[in-house]
């Protein structure tokens, strides 16, 4: 099993930028996955974007392509997530998830483990 802890999130307004991260603990041997995911009251959970802990791939929510960028830090287990040009829809509790393999599948349900989140907030 992996423990995930997020940190980062807040209320930052229209436009502005936070970096979000992910430090990842346990039993982590071989290939992982580790992905962000987002929900807003009364939405379903939605796919932001993931990276290989071991390799260069990443996938990215084409509404976040171009503002958002992921990236990690190998020794550290840890991923994060820098959100550049937030608008008012980017608002939602942000949960890190990790997953065993080499697929940066969007599908929650094929991530194992899931952090507690952090809230971030844009206003307008």
């Known amino acids: 099993q992996v423990q995930l802890e997020e940190s980062g999130g807040g209320l930052v307004q229209d436009g502005g930028s936070l970096r979000l991260s992910c430090a990842a603990s346990?039993?982590?041997?071989?290939?992982?996955?580790l992905g962000w995911f987002r929900q807003a009251p009364g939405k379903e959970r939605e796919f932001v974007a993931a990276?290989?802990?071991?390799?260069?791939?990443?996938s990215y929510a084409d509404s976040v392509k171009g503002r958002f960028t992921i990236s990690r830090d190998n020794a550290e287990n840890t991923v994060y997530l820098q959100m550049n040009s937030l608008k008012p829809e980017d608002t939602a509790v942000y949960f890190c998830?990790?997953?065993?393999?080499?697929?940066?599948?969007?599908?929650?349900?094929?991530?194992?483990?899931w952090g507690q989140g952090t809230q971030v907030t844009v206003s307008s």
């Open positions: 998830a990790a997953r065993s393999g080499v697929a940066t599948t969007s599908r929650p349900s094929m991530y194992s483990d």
């Open positions: 346990g039993r982590i041997i071989g290939d992982y996955v």
């Open positions: 990276t290989r802990l071991s390799g260069v791939t990443t």
